[in-house]
């Protein structure tokens, strides 16, 4: 049974940081890619940052500077660091992982951030 466990979101004012960690159970870990996504309040999910399995990061242009994404193969674990908070990241972090045609999802874990 594939589970995608996400922890470490919460509450942080502005300019703060929180980091978010998923661990994968079920997978081959180091053979999949692994991206988070977030889903604010009535809007869709969007892709966060990628990391793929040889380890190279891509970030949407939004987050570019103030976080980085990291993956602990060892573990199973892929984490998200998220610096220099603003409002505007407030959402629902998703964790997922992905190889050819098919994905995983976590179950997702909410991130506020107050002006």
């Known amino acids: 049974q594939v589970q995608l466990v996400e922890s470490g979101g919460g509450l942080v004012q502005a300019g703060g940081s929180l980091r978010l960690s998923c661990a994968a159970s079920?997978?081959?870990?180091?053979?999949?890619?692994m991206a988070w996504y977030r889903q604010a309040p009535g809007k869709q999910r969007d892709l966060v940052a990628t990391?793929?399995?040889?380890?190279?990061?891509s970030y949407v242009d939004s987050v570019k500077g103030r976080f980085t994404i990291a993956r602990d193969n060892t573990e199973g674990t892929v984490n998200l660091q998220m610096n220099s908070l603003k409002p505007e990241d407030t959402a629902v972090y998703y964790c997922n992982a992905f190889r050819n045609d098919r994905d995983y999802w976590g179950q997702g874990t909410q991130v506020s951030v107050s002006s």
């Open positions: 079920g997978i081959a870990f180091m053979l999949h890619h």
């Open positions: 990391i793929t399995s040889g380890g190279a990061t």
